[in-house]
């Protein structure tokens, strides 16, 4: 009885400590294949820094969501539950603003207001359509401070389930890149280069709006080199980047040595270059035509140097936005989209986090870019579609072409690079040359750095109307969102990135969907099997128990 008794006592310790041991020490543990609620390291960086409650509302509560759409509110509770486990401080909940139907209207135009545009949706749950109203925003609060995050990450012609699998891959980027505006403060300057010509402001007006939440931005205007270049060198090395927006005016050798200096000293650079002059706009005139030629803007060496020739040549594209245009006259006009192949629709390098999980980027009157061998690696970032046609200058460009139906056995020259990222060790453009000023600390080789060359300005370049500048990644004449805010910004924080940030966007999340179709088709055939077979299959066996039985006893 003693002995028993002591094993009883000792369980009871054993039972004890071990529950005393689980409440003092926490572990979660992620079994999934692909490590979907493991938080990366610059995520669990930035949280770590949260020392008073980040809020966060999500507006994706209610009944009436599609079964796509239910799944991303389940990712995302789930991974601001690993958020809120890291970092108690992170205190979220669910948000159904539309459940009120006497404010429900109110509600709309509220959010609205603050940017959170809702989206309408296609049900089709249990064979029937029908449409609903999400909002797949959520906003976060910290110290006085708001920002809205994005949960749904858009994509020309994706189903419903491909925007869900895209938008479950981006949510942990999403969250952090929120929380790091929240918390981190902007230490980092970039230089918005003007003097040759460059995007006026109104142009470039929401891409600097949407870059001036994560760094300090300044105009830098060349102009002072003629006068005192060493200074102006000084001057822009204390920037951390510089944008060269579209320029239309030749740059000097004394400016190009600046340029090139500044990149052997470390500086990153995002160019932005048309090789040909010729604008949509300049075609609305009375012949609805012009004449596109080369443009010299002196940089044909500079960026050879590096590694990059900008061709002088007009890509056309099949896979293009639209031009609108007015048909009849009159009360009679009408505005029609019509496909314009000089508008290219660019598919991004899904294997870099510059480009991973990106819509399409538009361009208008793109150029082509060669790659050289140097020692400079180099990463193609967006490409045309195989259907392209390679147009010499000068040509006479005519909005009639958007009338024609477009011939396919002309667009045969294959995928044209767009965008090209160089990264390494950068040999200098005057390197056994006759430099055009005295450098005091002159370098021929840099320091390992970044450059991204876009073959076309107006990626940068957003549309005004009487309101003001429009939004970078919204396409009127398709009416549909595009990609090139996004990438322009991803491009600049990869150049940037001193927290590694940008790399939590190749993580690739597997998100598995059910058959709407093939459900609504076998539904019958499933509830007989899950209701009829199980009763049959009980029956029987009642009927073996009890013939067996009573032939047992019988007996």
Known sequence: MNKNLKHIVLLLIVIIAINYISSTIYKRFDLTQDSRYTLSEATLNIISNVESPIEIDIFLDGNDFPSEFRRLQNETQQLLEEFSAKNKNIIFKFIDPLENETNRDQNIQALTQRGLTPMQLSVQENGKASQAIIFPWALASYNGITVSIPLIKNKIGASQQELVSGSVQHLEYAFADGFSKLTQPKHLKIAILKGNGQLKDQYIADFAKKLGEYYYLAKFTLDSVASNPQKTLKDLETFDLIINAKPTEAFTEEEKLVLDQYTMNGGKSLWLIDAIAIEKDSLMNDSGSNFAVGRDLNLTDFLFKYGVRINPIIVSDLYSSRIMLATGSGNDTQFLPLQWTYSPLAAANPNHPITNNLNLVKFDFANQIDTLKNN?????????????????????????????????????????????????????????????????????????????????????????????????????????????????????????????????RTKEIAVSFLDHEKIAKEKTKWQLLNIVLPLVLLAIFGFAFNYFRKKKYMA
């Open 376 to 504: 400079v690696n180099k990463t193609i970032l967006l490409q045309t579609s195989k259907f392209t046609r390679l147009e010499g200058v000068p040509k006479e460009i005519s909005l009639e072409k958007a009338t024609q139906k477009p011939d396919p056995s002309l667009y045969n020259k294959g995928n044209q690079n767009l965008a090209v990222l160089l990264e390494g060790k950068f040999t200098s453009v005057y390197n056994n040359r006759i430099k055009p000023f005295k450098i005091s600390e002159e370098k021929s080789n840099s320091i390992a750095t970044k450059m991204i060359v876009i073959a076309d300005g107006d990626v940068i370049k957003n549309e005004i109307d009487r309101n003001g500048p429009l939004a970078l990644d919204f396409d009127r004449s398709s009416n549909q969102t595009v990609g090139n805010k996004e990438f322009l910004l991803n491009a600049v924080n990869y150049l940037l990135d001193d927290d590694g940030l940008i790399n939590i």
